[in-house]
Every structure is written in C-alpha cells, then in structure tokens.
C-alpha cells in the first residue's frame, strides 16, 4: 500500500513563504523512479495542476499562476518531494496535494493535503 502525507501548510501573510513536503511510504514503495506532482484546489473550485518534476529530478514544470514564485525538486534517498512556495499571494490559498506519476497525465496515490491560507 502506497502512502503520502503531505505537511508544511499554514497560515501566511501575502508575501510570506512556506515549505510543503510530501512523504511517501509502503512495503516496497519508492518514488524514485515516477515522476510526482504537485496539485491544488481553492473552496469552491476544481483541482488545478501546479508543478511537476520529473523522476531524476531534471525536469520541470509550473502552471503559470505560480512559475517564478514555486520551487519543486526531490529527494530520493527520503522519498520525499517538497513545494517551495514564495510571494504567496491570497489566491493561493488551497489545499495542497501531491500524486505520483504514474502514466502520461495520471496521478494517483494522493495524499489527505496540506491546507495554505495566505491572508491579504
């Protein structure tokens, strides 16, 4: 059985930053070899991609609401991903979770999410 807890969320004033993480865990599980992604969703709204790194580390992509602000990157030896989020803005208010990778365009395995408030 496959796990992942995400952590780090808070409350923040706009401008401020935070550090997300999402730790996997199972018998046999390591993330080493899928690539894994960061997602969101606000109150009222439908789930929406935020950035993506691919399984060496190499690789990486952002939605454009938050490209230049977030960092994505991995740690394989912890089989853990982070989500550095800077210039946090009141709309990135969310909850925050992560997913593997484990097709082209499908995630699965999704943590319980980390709430962000960012406050104006």
């Known amino acids: 059985q496959v796990q992942l807890v995400e952590s780090g969320g808070g409350l923040v004033q706009a401008g401020g930053s935070l550090r997300l993480s999402c730790a996997a865990s199972g018998r046999t599980f390591s993330i080493s070899t899928y690539a894994m992604g960061w997602f969101r969703q606000a109150p009222g709204k439908e789930r929406e991609f935020v950035a993506r790194?691919?399984?060496?580390?190499?690789?990486?992509r952002y939605s454009d609401s938050v490209k230049g602000r977030f960092t994505i990157s991995r740690d394989n030896a912890k089989n853990t991903v982070y989500l550095q989020a800077n210039s946090l803005k009141p709309e990135d208010t969310a909850v925050y979770y992560c997913a593997v990778q484990i097709a082209s365009s499908v995630y699965e395995y999704w943590g319980q999410g980390t709430q962000v408030t960012v406050s104006s």
């Open positions: 790194i691919s399984w060496t580390g190499a690789i990486t």
